[in-house]
């Protein structure tokens, strides 16, 4: 099977962040949120996979290489606009569509087997949500057939608590059901559409951790979880203590307090007198001067932390993130 990686979004709600890169190389421990998709999928056979691009298209370009190939958009086409400008790429097989900010360890394997098992055009990974202000959910029978949807619905209002994931399995007919216009959203024309010709697609609900890393919270939300275990990521970094991981050429010995669950990457500069109490992520190449301590913080790769400098329940960061990224691959 094939695969799409949607990365052509802004992540207006990252910003300042992706002022300076794009949302899914957003880093999350010790690679972009998209470099954990891509692993994901290679994980599970997926060895054809395609991105849209349109913002800091390079960005993505140049950390990815030819693992993957790219479909640039110079105008946004939407959500399923993008998908549709890849349609040969699929062919006439059944294809997997993955959003380039879902944070997940969702088995992808079962999910395709409730795809066919359901037979029908479409099937839309939903997990369970705690708010569903912050979600379109999806309503369905009691087979599995989805029957409606509603965004962001008020808690008293709501009909489900299935958020949509934005991962979803297709067959190559779901085209037939785009509406002749260049832009074509998933949730306001193709997904109308299939209810209003009463074409079968179906839900496939998972136990499995999903983050869609929208906002600097769930940002921060995500990687605490990753580093907690919570989420299972294939992570680089040696134990150096218990819930305590540091990368290759990083060391630990100027420190005076280490509180865990701390992970630190490659490369870092611990000054002397520093006091480190997790949850607390410190990127690649970041440097941590004398007498500095941080708590409840993410610092991004390659950023600076002042002499006596006091950072808690915060992100710290700089210019030139991605270049501190170097591909695990």
């Known amino acids: 099977m094939k695969a799409m990686v949607l990365a052509a979004g802004l992540g207006t709600r990252l910003r300042p962040l992706t002022y300076e890169i794009p949302k899914p190389m ?53 959500t399923a606009g993008g998908v549709r400008n890849c349609a040969d790429f699929f062919g006439d097989e059944t294809f997997l569509i993955i959003s380039g900010d879902a944070l997940t360890d969702i088995d992808l394997s079962r999910f395709v087997q409730r795809h066919r098992e359901a037979g029908g055009v479409a099937t839309l990974a939903v997990k369970r949500v705690a708010d569903t202000r912050e979600f379109g959910v999806v309503l369905h029978d009691d087979k599995g057939r989805i029957t409606g949807f509603q965004e962001k619905p008020e808690p008293s209002e709501a009909l489900s608590d299935l958020g949509n994931c934005g991962i979803y399995l297709f067959e190559p007919q779901i085209f037939d059901y785009f509406p002749d216009q260049p832009f074509v959203d998933w949730a306001n024309d193709v997904f109308p559409a ?85 949850p607390l992520v410190i990127g690649d190449g970041a ?17 600076e932390v ?14 030139g993130i991605v270049e501190r990224l170097r591909p695990r691959r």
């Open 26 to 78: 957003v880093p999350v421990l010790d690679r972009p949120v998209m470099a954990h998709i891509v692993d994901l999928l290679e994980r599970h056979g997926y060895e054809e996979i395609v991105a849209n691009l349109h913002y800091f298209p390079d960005t993505i370009r140049r950390y990815f290489g030819d693992r993957i190939v790219y479909r640039e958009e110079p105008e946004l086409l939407g």
């Open 194 to 278: 299939l209810l209003a010709q009463d074409v079968p697609f179906h839900i496939h609900e998972i136990d499995e951790y999903w983050n869609d890393v929208g906002s600097l919270t769930e940002l921060k939300e995500g990687t605490f979880d990753a580093l907690r275990g919570q989420l299972q990521l294939e992570v680089e970094g040696d134990v150096v203590a218990e819930d305590v991981i540091a990368g290759e050429g990083t060391t630990l010995d100027g420190a005076t307090l280490i509180e865990p669950p701390v992970w630190i990457g490659r490369d870092v500069r611990i000054g002397r007198d520093v006091r480190l109490q997790g």
């Open 287 to 303: 440097a941590i001067a004398d007498g500095a301590a941080l708590k409840d913080a993410i610092v991004l790769p390659g950023t």
């Open 306 to 319: 002042a002499a006596g400098g006091i950072l808690i329940g915060a992100i710290a960061g700089n210019t």
